[in-house]
């Protein structure tokens, strides 16, 4: 299914969607500019990322170029090391801790995507993403009944143990409590650390094709657990973990 097709099927998943598939033109368009731009130097991916951010977001460039001089300045390199661009310290007026991780995180996805890696990385040691530092609330539930964790941010996806919780390693299956929405994806509530995490089964992939889409897909299932006073971790492909 496209992303048209399911805003028609529930409008009222239009906004999140439609923003979902801002990020994918929007990296998707990076990762062809990449290729096909002459480039004197590689830091000029920054101008190509930043020019496409505010492009699709409809955001001054003006207004964004700080980020540049400030990346700059700071000596990082977004390229070799995205990670340090998604965790860069970044203190802006009239904008909230909130709207700057937002923004970090969208921003440095496409340098995720410029690497090009596309290793399975296991999930098992810190439960968190090993390749990029993020928490992840969603996961695959393989045929063969494994569970595969997957990062928003860079898309690795790596094995975590079936039953347990990524936050705090609660692996009593007494202590997890299942939810499920009409469509089977389920929520697992950690009852030790108030965590959940999103999972689905690889039979229901196949009809979206897409993890970062079933994750949209069933966000009034986040509405119904946080409700619950559940934390979600990590955040979802449009950088939001707080849904209200
Ligand atoms: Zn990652
Ligand atoms: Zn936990």
């Given at each position: 299914?496209?992303?048209?097709e399911i805003i028609k099927e529930k409008p009222y998943l239009q906004s999140p969607l439609e923003f979902y598939e801002r990020i994918r033109n929007f990296t998707d368009e990076c990762k062809r500019q990449k290729k096909t731009i002459q480039l004197d130097s590689d830091m000029e991916l920054i101008d190509i990322v930043l020019k496409n951010f505010s492009m699709t977001f409809q955001i001054p460039y003006e207004s964004i170029l700080f980020l540049k001089e400030e990346i700059l300045k700071s000596g990082i390199n977004p390229i070799k090391e995205p990670t340090t661009l998604w965790s860069f310290p970044l203190h802006t007026e009239g904008l909230s801790k909130e709207e700057i991780e937002r923004i970090l995180f969208i921003i440095s996805k496409p340098f995720f995507v410029f690497l090009n890696k596309n290793e399975m990385e296991s999930f098992m040691e810190t439960g968190k993403c090993p390749v990029c530092g993020i928490d992840s609330s969603l996961a695959m539930i393989s045929i063969n009944n494994e569970k595969i964790m997957i990062c928003p941010l860079?898309?690795?996806?790596g094995s975590f143990f079936r039953i347990g919780c990524p936050y705090c390693f609660n692996k009593d299956s007494t202590k997890i409590e299942i939810l499920l929405d009409e469509e089977e994806v389920r929520a697992e509530l950690c009852l030790e650390c108030n965590t959940y995490i999103k999972?689905?089964?690889e039979t229901h992939f196949i009809k979206y094709k897409d993890p970062f889409l079933i994750d949209i897909v069933?966000?009034?299932?986040?509405?119904v657990?946080?409700?619950?006073?559940?934390?979600?971790?990590?955040?979802n492909i449009i950088g939001i973990k707080m849904i209200n």
């Open positions: 299914m496209n992303i048209q860079c898309e690795n996806m999972s689905f089964r069933s966000l009034p299932l986040d509405i657990v946080q409700k619950r006073g559940y934390i979600r971790r990590g955040p």
